[in-house]
């Protein structure tokens, strides 16, 4: 007997030669669940500027001698907009995600400062580049931000789009057809509860089936229930193997008269393992 370890290492290795190489572009916006297929490859520095993580002032340290230091407000600088050097001696009023103007290298939060009319009075000293991110501190232009055969997630989807990433090249979905065997099987909604005829059971495996496929990012191709004959499920497999990549099966695999998956198989193809 096989481990279920081993069974999966066989099946994986089995298809290996038929590995899905079609590529498709798509917006990043519709790319949830699909696989890269190429390495997405960040042409920015992110951020792209210093910039301020706080509400507050932009100075030079060596214009605040002492806490209480009152300085003159030179400029104010919104995110988004660009100010000028600062002049010695002044500070720069600047809004979160504001790039930080060039000779300042700290900023002080407002909660640590006194405003006053045309100047501000700054309450610590500060530190060396406190409340600065620095270009590039994220993501450096060049970098592998997401590699080949990465699984998108809404966070890998923020980061594609964080360097300028419109669209993804993202391998084809994997096509499976999907069927049941089974006289037995009815579909909920085709027949009441309490109409339910003798030995007929509901077909649950279908609805579990189909929604593993669909979260997998497969595109799904339903053939329904085929008849337990083996004329049926011999047609059922090769018209599945037509137009799939894989055929996903449930019922008839065991060894009875009325089980035909196995034999089918045999006669269309070649079982791997059993």
Known sequence: MLSLDEAQARLVAGAGGARISDVESVST??????????????????????????????LRMA????????????QRIAAGLVGGPLAAGSAARVFTGAQVPAGADAVVMQEQCDAL????????????????????????????????????????????????????????????????????LVMPGAVAPDKLPPGAIYNSNRFTLR?????????????????????????????????????????GVSVGEEDHIRP???????????
């Open 29 to 58: 916006f519709d790319a949830l669940g699909r696989v890269l297929a190429v390495d997405v490859v960040s042409a920015i520095d992110v951020p792209p500027a210093d910039n301020t993580s706080m509400d507050g002032y932009a």
């Open 63 to 74: 214009d605040v001698a002492r806490a209480g230091q009152v300085l003159p407000v030179s």
């Open 117 to 184: 009319d045309g100047a501000v009075r700054i309450n610590i000293l500060p530190q060396a580049g406190q409340w600065i991110r620095r270009r590039g501190e994220d993501v450096r232009s060049g970098a592998t931000v997401l590699a080949r055969g990465t699984r998108l997630t809404p966070q890998a989807l923020g980061l594609a789009a964080g360097v300028g990433a419109a669209t993804l090249k993202v391998c084809r979905r994997a096509r499976v057809a999907l069927f049941s065997t089974g006289d037995e």
């Open 211 to 251: 929604g593993l496929l669909q979260a997998a990012g497969c595109l799904v191709t339903d053939l329904g229930i085929v008849p337990d004959r083996l004329d049926a499920t011999r047609a059922a497999v090769r018209s599945a193997a037509a137009a799939h990549d894989l055929i996903l099966t449930s019922g």
């Open 264 to 274: 089918a198989v045999a006669a269309e193809g070649r079982i791997e393992m059993w």
